[in-house]
């Protein structure tokens, strides 16, 4: 598995991560297998959130680390109803407990809400102080949310924005990807297979996708997520609860797409115009 800078950490972070927000019919067994065989193929760049499954997916993923903590760089995010000055710390403290260890390696605010953006970045540089955070980010950030980050007295710098990034929604090629790249901050795309709304086969860009994958004795997502690669500044977190997707995605961390090969996908899901507000999910 490819691994790459994580922005300006300069922690050498799985390109290909596991996602972990899973729907309520979701099995334990069966999560906590797909995140291992995930572990054991490289995928060691873990995300979860307090949100997911009211913190029983971060269960899940504590288990599923348990004796191996060391080699998973495990990011975790508060809610923004919790994003408060002494909030945080408690939500940071309860998603150590249900996690099992003592830190994460990034703490992401969820995204933005009703507490002042500097309360909870003094939160966050106070974990950092304990030795409960390595390093704190944001998530669904546009560019004027980064620009106020930056601008925050003494609160250190963003190691990463999660921003929905998938072949059919590249809304963060306008501006979010430039400014975090000038700043070596990692873009950490979510939902890279559309949330399960990946191309069909029959459609122009699928059979595209097939035809591309065909040349490297790839899968169509396996040239979707390099796509998303194409940049270093970008990692993917893909959700694979089922053993053979977990396989497959993570079957992409080690090829590279010709630039013919990535422009022939930037023409058939094009970029399309700036929109007024970034979208998420
Ligand atoms: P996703 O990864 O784009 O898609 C997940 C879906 O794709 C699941 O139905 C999964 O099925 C299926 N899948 C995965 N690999 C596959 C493969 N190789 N072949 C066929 N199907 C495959 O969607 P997501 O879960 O929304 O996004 C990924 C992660 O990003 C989340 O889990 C979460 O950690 C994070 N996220 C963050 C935010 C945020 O606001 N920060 C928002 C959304 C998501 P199976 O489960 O059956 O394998």
């Not at 250190?156 to 790249?181: F, T």
């Not at 797409?257 to 022939?264: K, N, Q, R, V």
């Amino acid at each position: 598995m490819e691994k790459r800078q994580f922005g300006w950490t300069r922690r050498e972070v799985a390109a290909i991560g596991q996602g972990t927000w899973y729907d309520h019919g979701s099995d334990r067994a069966q999560a906590i297998d797909a995140l291992r065989r995930g572990l054991d193929a490289g995928m060691t760049h873990i995300d979860t959130a307090e949100m997911y499954l009211s913190g029983v997916a971060e269960k899940w993923v504590g288990e599923a680390i348990a004796g191996r903590r060391d080699d998973v760089f495990l990011v975790s995010k508060v809610l923004p109803e919790n994003a408060s000055r002494k909030k945080t710390i408690v939500a940071c403290e309860k998603s150590l407990a249900r996690l099992a260890t003592d830190r994460l390696d990034c703490y992401l605010l969820h995204w933005r809400g009703r507490h002042p953006l500097a309360e909870t970045l003094a939160a966050f540089e106070q974990l950092v102080r304990e030795g409960k955070i390595l390093s704190w980010g944001v998530s669904n950030f546009d560019v004027d949310d980064l620009e106020e980050t930056w601008a925050i007295d003494g609160a250190g710098r963003p190691a990463c924005n999660q921003v929905l990034y998938h072949l059919e929604e590249r809304a963060i090629e306008h501006a979010v990807i430039p400014w975090c790249e000038r700043r070596e901050v990692a873009v950490v795309a979510y939902s890279p297979f559309g949330h399960g709304q990946f191309p069909d086969p029959r459609t122009a860009g699928g059979r595209l996708l097939e035809q591309i994958a065909s040349g490297y004795g790839a899968t169509p997502r396996q040239v979707a997520l390099r796509f998303l690669l194409r940049r270093a500044s970008t990692f993917a977190i893909p959700k694979a609860s089922t053993l053979t997707h977990v396989v497959e995605n993570a079957g992409a961390g080690d090829f590279q797409l010709s630039e013919t090969d990535a422009a022939g996908i930037d023409a058939a899901f094009p970029l399309g115009p700036r929109p007024r507000s970034l979208p998420m999910l």
